[in-house]
């Protein structure tokens, strides 16, 4: 018996080999796929001008220092300018987004309303619209308030995310037993006590997964701010990497700052990842504990 057990066993691990082989391999090939261009801009922000289209593509240069250098002095620092820029949309936006989603979404999950369910299901219909296709009414109606080109004008639509509420209905779901609402009240405790000091601190780990995913969208968001802005002491690194972009044309020496700034770019969104993901480890494995 013990034999017949331990042969099943032998069998069973063979058989899994293959399928955890093909598994890692699929994700090698992913993260390969995924790192593949900002490897490539990684090394290509290195070269200088006369390196950047006359050495191999995956060999270092020696001018990263000299791009950086003009990259900071391309119209007195205009590049910094849309840096700080993106990071008021960004950071702006998604911090209101993830305030909005959570109060929202917490709401939709722990109480029951007329017309809670109509709202709900507007939600996932407003997930299933592109945000293309709202770009130009959203133009039309910015200009007639006079808004357009100015910060609301990016910051207001992203402030209302149907998909950042629906995470929070979710997960509010999910994180809050009802039992905990209900001694809450019982001791007292009126609706914004216990969104303070019950609710929030259960929806702190999907509280950061709703700002990531709203800063990151909002960080590569190049059609609203197109659309919006005229003025470019306004734009974000988006738009101003493309307007250098479209002066290379005609100004190849520009491809050095064009490529530099997109390393630059992507850096805060590295930093940040790696700091809030302390924030998901310590949450989801403090509850796990309580539970």
């Not at 590049?79 to 305030?99: D, E, I, K, Q």
């Not at 507007?122 to 910015?142: D, E, M, N, R, T």
């Not at 009240?185 to 259960?202: E, F």
């Not at 998901?280 to 309580?290: E, I, P, Q, Y």
Request: glycine share 8%; with cysteine; aromatic share 12%.
């Amino acid at each position: 018996m013990a034999a017949a057990t331990r042969t099943a066993a032998h069998a069973a691990m063979r058989g899994a080999l293959p399928l955890g082989f093909t598994s890692t391999a699929v994700l090698l090939l992913g993260a390969v796929y995924c790192l593949f261009p900002v490897s490539w801009v990684l090394v290509a922000a290195t070269k200088s001008k006369a390196e950047l289209f006359s050495i191999s593509a995956f060999a270092p240069g020696t001018g990263l220092l000299s791009n950086l250098a003009d990259l900071a002095a391309y119209r007195d620092g205009v590049f910094w300018l849309w840096l700080l820029n993106t990071l008021l949309y960004a950071g702006g936006g998604a911090l209101l987004s993830t305030v909005v989603s959570t109060v929202s979404g917490y709401t939709l999950a722990k109480y029951r309303f007329p017309g809670r369910n109509v709202i709900f299901n507007l939600l996932l219909g407003g997930i299933l619209v592109p945000a293309v296709v709202l770009a130009i009414p959203q133009y039309l109606l910015f200009s007639t308030v006079g808004l357009a080109d100015t910060y609301w004008s990016v910051l207001l639509p992203q402030i209302l995310h149907p998909y950042g509420i629906y995470l929070a209905r979710v997960y509010a779901g999910a994180a809050i037993p009802d039992t905990l609402l209900e001694a809450g009240r019982i001791d007292g405790a009126g609706h914004g006590t216990l969104l303070r000091k019950v609710a929030l601190p259960l929806m702190l780990p999907g509280m950061v997964t709703i700002f990531l995913f709203q800063f990151v969208a909002i960080w590569n968001n190049f059609l609203l701010p197109y659309i919006m802005l005229g003025d470019d002491q306004k734009f974000p690194l988006t738009v101003g990497l493309y307007t250098l972009l479209a002066a290379g044309a005609n100004q190849p020496s520009l491809y050095n700052l064009i490529i530099t700034g997109a390393l630059v770019s992507i850096i805060p969104l590295i930093a940040l990842f790696l700091t809030m993901q302390r924030y998901w480890r310590t949450d989801l494995s403090s509850g796990a504990v309580k539970h």
